[in-house]
């Protein structure tokens, strides 16, 4: 019932762009915290950015001044703008849902979506 896809990854080159898109349910997106996390072989999966549903954002400090966290309520979709691509960008990216209210996870994931980096 629930239901989030991520979309967007691809292979690029350091310096390069991508902007990776999440679409979720309708019924989980409105009045959430919308989140990206990512996680590299052999890494624990690590959070990236999260928006509120009022649009608060929160940035990992190694992305900072180079992702952009966005959410489109009307389409039930939250976007991550990446730009000045790194090599220890590449990992699997994931998008995921915090309730406001209590603060945890639900515990839904997408597929994820993979993002390389290299020369």
């Known amino acids: 019932q629930v239901q989030l896809v991520e979309s967007g990854g691809g292979l690029v080159q350091p310096g390069g762009t991508l902007r990776l898109s999440c679409a979720a349910s309708?019924?989980?997106?409105?009045?959430?915290?919308m989140a990206w996390f990512r996680q590299a072989p052999g890494k624990q999966r690590e959070l990236v950015a999260h928006?509120?549903?009022?649009?608060?954002?929160n940035l990992a400090d190694s992305v900072k001044g180079r992702f952009t966290i966005s959410r489109d309520n009307a389409k039930n979709t939250v976007y991550l703008q990446m730009n000045s691509l790194k090599p220890e960008d590449t990992a699997v990216y994931y998008c995921?849902?915090?309730?406001?209210?209590?603060?945890?996870?639900?515990?839904?994931w997408g597929q994820g979506t993979q993002v390389t980096v290299s020369s």
């Open positions: 309708g019924d989980i997106f409105s009045g959430n915290t």
């Open positions: 928006i509120t549903s009022a649009g608060v954002t």
């Open positions: 995921t849902v915090r309730s406001e209210l209590s603060g945890r996870y639900y515990g839904y």
